[in-house]
């Protein structure tokens, strides 16, 4: 490919509907252009890459057994609401009708269709296990779509659905996920960290971990240990709890003014306790129901926990009304006692063990002090509902949690048999017995692994590749076209480079050498040749490593050979994984 007529229209202003740098990077580079918010189009280097992605991904998948298919991404409306989940999928299913007026929704996940396809297919344990997956375009209409490639509304994923007969062999098909995932993400140049997950509207109870992308921008918050392999999101990360017998007296509850005094910082200034002497309560609706939950003053709730303990559908914060109504008081000075008669009060395990803590009165400018659970109210439900934080022990050995940022990349699930029971699908044992398949789900964003691999790999002036998935391996930059013999050398190094297989691309361009260099930057090609004066007068040509800033001079008949081991080997290496 030549540049000259190539559609990489680059950028040298910072775009301004653009906040992370891949996003603006991507935009800069010519890799991708918006067509409506958290939707692209991915122009012909963008798609480059895009594809080596799904070659990887394919390459992993078809090893461990994976059968590639393509389903539909218009899905009729009756196989969701035979799953049940028309109703609780929420606004971000794109729901659209056909002229019959007939519902149908676009693909955000295949669940439904793929559960429909093998039910009607599969009779016997004989044709089972079986791993099918398809790389698609999904369609999710985000809440807040954003970071460009991250969180899109039309994005591509790899979903792969695995069929088992039993638990055990579902543990196998999640194990052989588990490790094509660990691989696909080396393989693409990123470091990333296997994390134990929430569920989500996903659903399934047997497990589930994220592949995270380390980086700042991710919007995923993780803890790790800093001795053993435990790593969880936050969402999901156990909270360590060790009982402790208070000898502390419990004194009487008592009633104290605290005008005006509505948040944590608030009452503790004014009554001189720290934070982790009062309890914060707060009020939810937990689908129809209102409910209220109880954290220590220095700690945060961890809402995902809560709707899990609750098993609700929808919870969100109760608005003031509700909270007028349920405590007879301003927002701030909710608490425990007595609060509206049949509310559930969901404890969190700390605040069980608290002896005269501090509460809201349920009455506006009042708090109770010396408030003991069991004594002054009884707690519905204990339970671990707060977020962990750094620094805090590992529930699994002696160590402590870091926290990090990361984006998720992918995630694996063990769904067992929620849709296999919600749609019926059935098979016949050894003994013709009907059983219900045991099933998993496996998921990777492929457009979102690329915008993750440019948050970890960039610096000032542009993308840094790797090898692995560039655009192309090498630009064969011509100092000036006009000169012949340079042309010359430049044309027939990019043809011999292009037949032994290394994907080089000619800056065939009558522009200024630094303009080149720039854009070459700038898409981070990993190897760049610069063709110029000593060309022809030496038998020289300039290699320039995108990452390390070396540069190495070397005789034009050796560049070739040359060129062709560095990337072979340094795909090699992505392979020894
Ligand atoms: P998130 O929590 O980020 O919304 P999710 O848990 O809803 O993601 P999954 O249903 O597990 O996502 O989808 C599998 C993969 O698809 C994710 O791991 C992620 O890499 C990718 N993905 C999900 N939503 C988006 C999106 N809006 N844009 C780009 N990629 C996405
Ligand atoms: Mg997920």
């Not at 298919?69 to 218009?74: G, H």
């Not at 579902?170 to 569920?199: N, W």
């Not at 930057?521 to 004066?533: H, K, N, Q």
Request: aromatic share 6%; with cysteine.
């Amino acid at each position: 490919m030549k540049v000259s007529q190539m559609l990489n229209p680059t950028l040298r202003e910072v775009p301004a509907e653009a906040e992370v740098i891949s996003h603006i990077l991507m935009l800069r580079a010519g890799m991708m252009r918006k067509s409506a918010s958290g939707v692209y189009t991915y122009l012909p280097l963008g798609y480059r890459v895009l594809k080596k992605v799904m070659q990887i991904i394919r390459e992993e998948m078809d090893k461990k057994g994976g059968q590639e298919l393509m389903l539909p991404i218009i899905q009729p409306a009756e196989l969701w609401l035979e799953s049940g989940r028309w109703n609780v999928y929420g606004d971000e299913l794109f729901r659209l009708k056909d002229r019959h007026g007939r519902d149908f929704a676009l693909g955000p996940t295949h669940e439904e269709i793929i559960t429909d396809l093998v039910r009607g297919e599969v009779r016997s344990y004989k044709q089972l296990p079986l791993l099918l997956y398809q790389i698609q375009n999904k369609y999710r209409d985000e809440r807040r779509p954003r970071f460009g490639l991250m969180r899109g509304r039309e994005f591509i994923m790899k979903d792969l659905y695995s069929f088992d007969r039993n638990q055990a062999e579902l543990d196998e098909s999640y194990h052989k996920m588990y490790d094509a995932y660990s691989r696909i993400f080396t393989r693409c140049g990123v470091q990333f960290r296997p994390v134990e997950a929430d569920a989500g509207a996903i659903g399934g109870t047997g497990g589930t971990h994220e592949f995270m992308v380390m980086a700042e921008s991710g919007e995923a918050a993780i803890v790790y240990c800093d001795q053993c392999t435990y790593a969880a999101n936050v969402e999901k990360a156990e909270a360590v709890h060790v009982r402790e017998n208070s000898t502390e007296e419990m004194l009487s509850l008592e009633e104290v003014h605290t005008p005006g005094a509505k948040t944590i910082e608030e009452v503790s200034g004014m009554l001189m306790l720290s934070a982790d002497k009062l309890i914060k309560t707060l009020v939810y609706i937990s689908d129809e129901e209102t409910v209220a939950a109880l954290v220590r003053g220095d700690r945060e709730i961890n809402e995902v926990k809560l709707q899990n303990v609750l098993g609700s559908v929808q919870l969100v914060m109760a608005d003031e009304r509700t909270v007028r109504d349920v405590t007879a008081a301003d927002t701030g000075f909710a608490g425990p006692v007595g609060l509206k008669k049949g509310i559930r009060i969901v404890v969190d395990q700390e605040v069980a063990d608290m002896t005269n803590a501090v509460t809201g009165a349920n009455k506006t400018d009042a708090h109770y002090i010396n408030v003991n659970p069991g004594r002054d109210f009884d707690p519905t439900l204990v339970a671990d509902i707060r977020m962990v934080k750094g620094g805090e022990p590992c529930p699994r050995c002696e160590g402590k949690l870091i926290e990090a940022r990361g984006i998720e990349v992918g995630q694996v699930f063990k769904l067992g048999t929620k849709y296999s029971e919600a749609l019926g699908a059935k098979f016949l044992d050894e003994n013709g017995r009907e059983q219900l398949m045991v099933m998993g789900c496996y998921g990777i964003g492929v457009s979102r692994t690329a915008a993750a691999a440019i948050e970890q790999n960039h610096d000032q002036d542009g993308i840094i590749w790797p090898m692995p998935i560039a655009p192309f391996h090498a630009v064969v930059v011509p100092v000036s076209t006009k000169d012949e013999n340079q042309m010359k050398i430049a044309v027939s190094l990019y043809e011999s480079l292009t037949g032994v297989g290394v994907e080089a691309i000619l800056d065939d361009r009558n522009e200024r050498p630094g303009v080149k260099f720039k854009d070459a930057d700038l898409v981070g090609y990993p190897l760049r040749i610069v063709v110029g004066s000593k060309a022809a007068e030496e038998g020289t040509v300039e290699i320039k490593h995108r990452r390390s800033g070396n540069v190495e001079t070397v005789k034009v008949e050796n560049a070739v050979d040359h060129i062709k081991t560095i990337v072979q080997d340094e795909i090699a290496a992505s392979l020894k994984c």
